[in-house]
């Protein structure tokens, strides 16, 4: 089992450009959760989805974040028009679901770490 | 809504020294609680997982705490390394969603 894998690790995007991060989920688990870090500061919870769903989505910003989780591939993250804010580190975690396994540790990949310039 | 503080935000200590960092809580409908290491730049570290029936879990020189009614949690780190030096972080796993919510951190630095 490779983990959570996340996708690039490090991002560099121009001011007005499109940022994608991709999150590939542990084997069997169907359900992932994105979180943010600003620099010097702890991890936020963004967004949580299980396949072709949205849960949770009450920590993204309202203009510019997406989140999908598409029934095949990846989850993606994606950020437009990006900003010198949106320079963080982005982590996904991913679990079997509620129910399933939620007494397990949190898996977390290891982050892609966005540079807006 | 579930909100997670740790203190202190900063320590130093010189090596050798026993620490502990402490952990609140202010929901206690949860499954578990664990423990994070995260060095600069660099991705989590599990350290330990208690489970919210359990009182306390051990894994070499570390040793955490849960105290579920109370909503607090503390880890103990004995015989301090330079090693040792990173932000700790705590987090709780939530039984709605499974959402795990963090801390802000301890930035622990121990000197040689």
């Known amino acids: 089992n490779a983990g959570v894998m996340q996708n690039p690790r490090h991002l560099v995007r121009r001011r007005g450009q499109e940022a994608r991060l991709r999150c590939s989920p542990m084997?069997?688990?169907?359900?992932v959760y994105w979180y943010r870090q600003l620099p010097e500061e702890g991890l936020k919870f963004m967004v949580y989805?299980?396949?072709?769903?949205?849960?949770?989505e009450s920590g993204m910003p309202k203009e510019r974040f997406s989140a999908e989780f598409p029934k095949e591939g990846p989850s993606i993250l994606r950020i437009q028009q990006v900003v010198r804010g949106d320079s963080a580190a982005y982590f996904c975690a991913s679990s079997p679901g509620p129910g399933q396994g939620s007494r397990t540790e949190a898996f977390f990949g290891q982050g892609t770490r966005l540079t807006v310039v | 809504k579930q909100e997670v503080t740790q203190i202190p935000a900063a320590l130093s200590v010189p090596e050798g020294e026993n620490l502990v960092l402490n952990c609140s809580f202010t929901d206690s409908a949860i499954y578990n609680l664990q423990w994070f290491r995260q060095d600069p730049g660099k991705g989590l570290t599990s350290l330990l997982l208690i489970q919210s029936s359990q009182r306390e879990q051990t894994s070499g020189r570390l040793n955490a705490s849960l105290d579920k009614s109370s909503g607090r949690s503390t880890l103990y780190i004995a015989a301090s390394q330079p090693g040792d030096s990173a932000t700790y972080l705590c987090?709780?796993?939530?039984?709605?969603?499974?959402?795990?919510?963090f801390g802000p951190g301890t930035s622990l630095s121990v000197i040689p």
């Open positions: 987090a709780v796993k939530e039984t709605s969603y499974d959402k795990v919510i």
């Open positions: 989805l299980q396949k072709e769903n949205i849960i949770d």
């Open positions: 084997k069997g688990h169907s359900h």
